[in-house]
């Protein structure tokens, strides 16, 4: 059912690649929020200073200008590193791993102001009652904020996820042999462009709603009290 004209397979082999971009890029994207976050609320003015300069500069480039300085740019830093060590060969960066970095830099970005808000709204008594009971920042930060911070920081970031997952596209032009590379190349081949780019779309679709169906349990285990009024108002109606 879905061989179109034997360029199924490789639609889904390239939604596989896909789905490993996005997933890998955000699990580095998120750290790269969560630590530019710290750097902003943190009395240290250097990582301040650079935490602003990271996300002012990666929010004001287009994406694909980002994929294309980590591609050709990261090619050509590791060579003029190589040179050092009397190396003179070419030195290529792997499609996949450019596409993750360039991914999660972009991402990271727009997480840390997320990040950064969310922490902002918990109260600071908290961190004054944690530091009182004799925690360490780092203890309260994990045991405290954290769990907290989730609850805010959810939304928007699964608004960012979606949006991650439709710049992995951009990564075909560097020759990722993802979803968007497998169709334009069978879009190419049989003339029937709407056809495998209507597949692709469908994939995309299905994707995002995969995404947002995880990103709304996600909110609901992380707020505990959402969780009791339901369990409390199921009681009720039972009840009556």
């Known amino acids: ?14 939604t596989i690649v896909t ?28 990582f301040k200073k650079l935490a602003d300069i990271y996300t002012t500069v990666v929010r004001g480039i287009p994406e694909l200008l980002v ?3 980590i591609y050709f740019g990261g090619s050509a830093i590791i060579m003029m590193v190589a040179k050092q060590f009397n190396y ?34 918990i109260p600071k008594g908290q961190w004054e009652s944690a530091q009182s009971l004799g925690m360490r920042p ?16 959810l939304p928007g970031l699964g608004n960012l996820a979606l949006v991650l997952l439709k710049d992995t596209a951009l990564v075909s032009v560097i020759g990722l042999k993802d979803l968007m590379y497998f169709s334009a190349r069978a879009a190419q ?4 462009a709407f056809t495998f780019y209507l597949a692709a779309a469908l994939i995309y679709l ?25 369990r409390l108002a199921a009681g009720k109606g039972g009840a009556s």
């Open 1 to 14: 059912m879905f061989d179109l004209q034997g360029y199924g397979p490789l639609l889904l082999q390239g």
């Open 189 to 192: 081949s049989t003339q029937q």
């Open 206 to 230: 299905c994707l995002t709603i995969v995404i947002t169906a995880l990103m709304s349990w996600g909110e609901w285990r992380a707020n505990p009290a959402a969780r009791y009024a339901k």
């Open 67 to 69: 994929v294309f300085f």
């Open 138 to 153: 780092f203890q309260t930060f994990w045991r405290i904020i954290l769990p907290q911070m989730w609850m805010v920081a």
């Open 88 to 121: 003179t060969g070419r030195i290529d960066v792997s499609h996949f791993w450019a596409g993750v970095a360039a991914l999660s830099i972009m991402f990271g970005a727009y997480a840390t102001e997320v990040f950064r808000m969310a922490i902002e709204e």
């Open 19 to 46: 789905i490993k971009l996005g997933l890998t890029s955000l699990i580095f994207g998120l750290l790269f929020g969560l630590l530019g976050a710290l750097a902003k609320l943190s009395g240290i003015w250097i």
